[in-house]
């Protein structure tokens, strides 16, 4: 059963705008939730995380959302560049598990020049 | 960058095969995960451990296992390749800071003929 959802497979968006990116968890005992970027033929790299007590952390372009009564997390990519084109995986950790990951099956963002 | 690399980057071998992946790590840390990614699945975990000797399943595990003989050296094998193991294999490694956070490998991608 996936604990960890990313609804929408695919966004475009245009250079300059916004982008956001939804993911949805049911396990309200996570600890810790991360965003993942994936090019073609590469590993995951780590982008941004927050805690569950948290409710948002910034990191330059990239802001991540937690709404702990939703489930909900969201990542805003402001202002979006054609660099961004990649997957990105959202992903939840139970510190009390071996610090094991969780992922939703990413989100293709293509940023339109 | 995290020092994790991965062994073979490609490899096509015949159903009914066994096949070894090795994931090498100069970061002396503790914790290694193995995970497969396919289309609509994200990233699933295979094995991880947690020391060397110290391994444990994910919750894909069938038809794979893993040893650790020494810190630097996670190795997955398939005892017997099915069609259905052809995917791309990350490795990744916790954080030394921030146990959560992992750091993946370049991956390898294996098809099974």
């Known amino acids: 059963d996936q604990q960890v959802k990313q609804n929408s497979p695919s966004l475009s968006v245009q250079e300059g705008r916004i982008s956001i990116l939804n993911c949805d968890y049911t396990?309200?005992?996570?600890?810790?939730f991360l965003w993942y970027k994936k090019y073609p033929a590469e590993g995951p790299t780590f982008l941004i995380s927050?805690?569950?007590?948290?409710d948002k952390n910034e990191d330059g372009r990239f802001t991540v959302f937690l709404n702990k009564s939703a489930k909900h997390l969201s990542l805003h990519i402001v202002p979006s560049q054609p660099g961004d084109s990649a997957v990105y995986f959202c992903?939840?950790?139970?510190?009390?598990?071996?610090?094991?990951?969780?992922f939703g099956a990413g989100t293709t963002v293509t940023v339109r020049a | 960058d995290a020092g994790i690399t991965q062994s073979p980057r490609h490899k096509v071998t015949e159903t009914g095969t066994p096949v070894t992946l090795r994931c090498h790590q100069t970061?002396?840390?503790?914790?290694m995960y193995w995970y497969r990614q396919d289309p609509g699945h994200g990233l699933r975990l295979i094995h991880y451990?947690?020391?060397?000797?110290?391994?444990d399943k994910g919750e894909v595990s069938d038809g794979y296992s893993v040893s650790r003989s020494k810190t630097e050296d996670f190795l997955l094998t398939l005892e017997s390749a099915t069609s259905s193991q052809t995917s791309v294999y990350f490795c990744?490694?916790?954080?030394?800071?921030?146990?959560?956070?992992?750091?993946f490998g370049p991956g390898t991608r294996l098809t099974v003929t």
């Open positions: 990744a490694i916790s954080g030394r800071e921030r146990s959560y956070e992992q750091y």
């Open positions: 396990n309200s005992m996570f600890d810790y």
């Open positions: 927050i805690s569950s007590i948290k």
């Open positions: 992903a939840a950790s139970l510190l009390s598990n071996d610090y094991k990951l969780s």
């Open positions: 970061e002396n840390h503790r914790y």
């Open positions: 451990s947690y020391g060397v000797k110290d391994t």
